[in-house]
């Protein structure tokens, strides 16, 4: 058995599949990475910026808990994680988030834009990604 697709059906066809490419892009930041463990782990109840990305190992790290808002040109990554980045400012040196507060928390740019975390997510930040300068938590 043949199947012809014609010009309008192979024009219907490319656009579905290139709208469903573009969906599976934007919706990829969805899905969280599986959380840091052991020294990286980011405590209960508090939210956490990392200086390097999941894939990268996550890195040092610094936490604070909700109800703050925070300005990170005054922070610095303090924890060692896996010593990447420890001692750095984290204003525009955050890669990812771990969001362990139960509520949404907003990271602001330094051109004051805002990415919100959910809470229970782990990965990199969006928008923000090293060019943060404020956490509301």
């Not at 309008?8 to 892009?25: D, E, M, N, Q, S």
Request: charged residues 15%; contains cysteine.
């Amino acid at each position: 058995m043949r199947i012809r697709i014609g010009r309008r059906t192979g024009k219907v066809a490319a656009v579905g599949a290139l709208t469903l490419g573009a969906l599976g892009l934007t919706t990829g930041g969805a899905s969280a990475a599986t959380p840091p463990g052991g020294a990286e782990a980011c405590p209960n109840g508090n939210v956490c910026l990392y200086f390097n990305s999941p894939q990268y190992g996550w890195g040092s790290w610094e936490d604070w808990s909700p109800g703050q808002t925070v300005d990170l040109r005054n922070a610095h990554f303090s924890h060692w994680g896996n010593g990447s980045g420890w001692g750095q400012t984290v204003a525009d040196h955050a890669a990812s988030i771990v969001n362990n507060t139960g509520q949404p928390v907003a990271v602001v740019a330094d051109d004051g834009t805002w990415d919100y975390y959910r809470a229970g997510y782990s990965d990199v930040l969006d928008y923000t990604y090293n060019k943060d300068a404020q956490l509301w938590t």
